[in-house]
């Protein structure tokens, strides 16, 4: 992570910042960006409303476990705004701790927007979209609004301090939780691959494969191959030989062998 700068000496902010009712919505257009696709039959054009995090007095959290990473507002150790939903819950930075008492050391974290994100990535809201038809090409227009992110984290030793309390965590190497409403219970866990799984894991698995599932497998098919080969060429054998020894017979039917005996 980049270096961070403190925003104000105030005391830790541990409880959801409220936003005062006269601030401006978080989604405040005050920057555009446009862009455009276009490809085969069909186009899309997005215009994209970007908000400043806004500075007049009050309309900022301050505290003295808030920082500024670029435009990111991060809360170490922290909560989300009031009325903010967190997404992504997860370990920050994962690697490999063979040890339950590294568990300490872990911190989590989480982003924060103003509503659950509808449209692409973090803290962006589909304001409107329309189509229409033009000699063949559909163009697509959408109208989009996004706002600066919370990056909020903590550790575990940290939960017991904050208001709402985050959900307990596992040491996972992937995101564990896709979306907390902060206060509700959190729901829809992905599987966890553990921290004290060691990343090599995997290759070494696949090499062991290779070097011994797949042999002792090509080896099975191979004896069985011949065993195939074997029996079948034993009932090749058999058959002929019963073949040979069997007593030669005249052809024909019974009449001509009647007329066979007298004409002899």
């Known amino acids: 992570m980049n270096s961070t700068t403190t925003v104000a000496a105030a005391p830790a902010l541990t409880t959801p910042f409220a936003v005062p009712a006269s601030c401006t919505d978080s989604f405040d257009t005050t920057i555009t960006y446009r862009t455009g696709r276009l490809g085969g039959d069909a186009a899309t054009h997005v215009t994209a409303y970007a908000a400043s995090p806004q500075t007049t007095s009050g309309c900022?959290?301050?505290?003295?476990?808030?920082?500024?990473?670029?435009?990111?507002?991060?809360?170490?150790?922290?909560?989300?705004?009031?009325?903010?939903?967190?997404?992504?819950?997860?370990?920050?930075?994962?690697?490999?701790?063979?040890?339950?008492?590294?568990?300490?050391?872990?911190?989590?974290?989480?982003?924060?927007?103003?509503?659950?994100?509808?449209?692409?990535?973090?803290?962006?809201?589909?304001?409107?979209?329309?189509?229409?038809?033009?000699?063949?090409?559909?163009?697509?227009?959408?109208?989009v609004s996004a706002h600066t992110a919370w990056q909020i984290e903590w550790m575990a030793s940290d939960a017991p301090t904050l208001t709402p309390r985050p959900p307990s965590m596992d040491l996972c190497y992937d995101v564990q939780i896709p979306t907390w409403t902060p206060g509700a219970e959190a729901t829809g866990r992905s599987k966890c691959r553990s921290l004290q799984e060691s990343p090599d894991k995997h290759q070494y698995d696949g090499l062991v494969y290779v070097a011994i599932v797949l042999p002792t497998v090509i080896g099975f098919l191979l004896i069985a191959g011949c065993v195939c080969c074997c029996v079948c060429y034993r009932r090749k054998k058999n058959r002929q030989r019963r073949e040979a020894e069997r007593p030669a017979e005249l052809p024909g039917d019974e009449s001509t062998l009647e007329l066979y005996k007298y004409t002899t």
């Open 60 to 143: 900022q959290a301050s505290g003295a476990n808030l920082h500024r990473d670029g435009a990111t507002i991060v809360v170490r150790p922290g909560v989300c705004p009031s009325g903010w939903v967190a997404y992504n819950l997860k370990v920050d930075g994962p690697q490999y701790y063979p040890n339950p008492s590294d568990a300490a050391s872990v911190t989590f974290d989480a982003v924060c927007c103003s509503s659950i994100p509808n449209f692409g990535p973090a803290c962006t809201k589909l304001v409107s979209e329309t189509r229409a038809a033009t000699s063949g090409l559909t163009t697509t227009t959408l109208v």
